[in-house]
């Protein structure tokens, strides 16, 4: 089946991102990647950030975009690329993880007891969007940041 989801086949020996690397102490091992990719490996960034970040209601939602928000404009301050990407990838997953639990009961998109089968959407929480669209600002914002983009650009370029 075509729309399994990709964690059944993923191979963690070719996967960019290692539990085992301290990206701070070793940042140019870091790959910019897709989306979120790394977001929950590359240390000690992962437990700096993600330490903040929540979405179980709109309130919240601010609070954690907020904090991880300010943790994105310090580490662009100390010129931190790593640090400010994997920011920004927080407040982008922010968005995604609660955008699917607005649109699936439970947060779970697949079926694992029939065959990974996608489950049926629009049964989520109207909480969950409202919480989406709070983490979806603050993503956009970091992306729009010209600073943050030029860093990003240079770094792909360099290092990839």
């Not at 995604?96 to 007891?113: F, I, L, P």
Request: a positive charge.
């Amino acid at each position: 089946m075509a729309d399994k989801p990709s964690y059944l086949d993923f191979n963690n020996q070719a996967y960019e991102w290692k539990p085992d690397i301290d990206y701070k102490k070793q940042p140019a091992r870091y790959r910019v990647g897709k989306g979120e990719q790394g977001v929950l490996i590359c240390e000690p960034y992962k437990s700096e950030i993600g330490k903040h970040w929540r979405f179980k209601t709109k309130i919240i939602a601010e609070e954690s975009s907020n904090k991880i928000y300010e943790l994105f404009l310090a580490y662009l301050e100390l010129d931190d690329f790593v640090g400010t990407d994997m920011a920004r990838k927080y407040l982008q997953m922010g968005f995604t993880r609660a955008r699917r639990y607005a649109n699936y009961k439970g947060g779970r998109k697949y079926d694992k007891d029939n065959d990974y089968a996608l489950l049926e959407k629009g049964t989520g929480q109207q909480e969950k969007a409202e919480a989406a669209s709070v983490f979806y600002e603050k993503w956009k914002q970091a992306e729009s940041n010209e600073q943050y983009a030029q860093m990003k650009e240079d770094w792909k370029s360099k290092l990839g």
